[in-house]
């Protein structure tokens, strides 16, 4: 039987945006210092699993595994961490980055990044409150592409964000920069829909797009200068913004003398 159903186009995927390697990550650590085998159970309930990793990886890369595990500690003799209120997923993209350097191990069936734009931020806040800044570098990276594969602001994320960063974080940085740069605000200029728009943000990410605005002056914004069609924009977005990266949202602390 002939069938009329017309086969739906699959949808363009925007190849993974390359980004330059930051010169300053963290150096891996020497296979030798590994030491012992550590249980991390993360999260409660259904939800729960456990994770086995080397106590000289999750050190290496984390200050509070790093104290967490010393002998004296409970953890320590017990070989055991449980981080019940995390996130598993979150808990196994910093698993991946430990041993692999990346957030996921590949790419899905169409091309696109694995995680979605929250559970990168949720990924940078297990980051910063884990004393991992190399995560929190890596996890900026990751939503810099994904925003650019989805050409998409990450703005319904902006509560969470600002619940659970402080002020000059580079997420927020990020954040404010990418809805400068990129977002046209239609639905403010709308009044019908602008009341709705108003109570979605975080009053201090307005304040700080509103700031952002005044300090570019009569700077053109990167994206649009003035121009329309939407390939246009990505791309002037992305030859401004790639070299800014390192400088503009990684946290590099001095290695310890
Ligand atoms: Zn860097």
Redesign the pocket.
């Known amino acids: 039987m002939a069938t009329t159903e017309k086969k739906e186009k699959p949808k363009k995927v925007t190849p993974l945006l390359e980004l330059p390697k930051?010169?300053?990550?963290t150096p891996s650590p020497d296979p030798d210092e590994y030491g012992d085998m550590i249980t991390v159970v993360v999260g409660s309930g259904e939800e729960m699993r456990k994770f086995y990793t080397y106590k000289g990886l999750l050190a290496h890369y984390s200050t509070y595994f790093k104290a967490a595990l010393k002998d004296e500690w409970r953890e320590g003799a017990s070989k055991t961490v449980e981080l019940k209120e995390d996130n598993p997923e979150v808990f196994k993209a910093f698993f991946h980055w430990i041993h692999t350097g990346k957030l996921y191990f590949a790419l899905d069936a169409s091309g696109k990044i694995p995680l979605s734009q929250m559970l990168i931020c949720e990924i940078f806040v297990f980051g910063d409150a884990r004393g991992s800044p190399d995560l929190c570098?890596t996890a900026i990276d990751v939503l810099l592409q994904k925003t650019h594969q989805e050409w998409r602001v990450p703005l319904a994320e902006a509560p969470y964000v600002y619940q659970n960063t402080l002020p000059g974080s580079a997420l927020r940085k990020f954040l404010v920069d990418d809805a400068v740069e990129t977002y046209r605000f239609e639905r403010l200029s709308d009044p019908s829909q602008r009341e709705h728009e108003l109570l979605r943000w975080p009053q201090e990410f307005l304040a700080e797009i509103v700031v952002a605005f005044v300090a570019l002056g009569s700077t053109p914004i990167p994206s649009s200068a003035g121009y329309g069609t939407l390939s246009y924009n990505k791309n002037n977005w992305v030859t401004y913004i790639k070299p800014l990266?390192?400088?503009r949202?990684?946290d590099?602390p001095a290695p310890p003398a």
Request: charged share 10%.
């Open positions: 930051c010169s300053k990550t570098n990266i390192c400088s949202y990684h590099h």
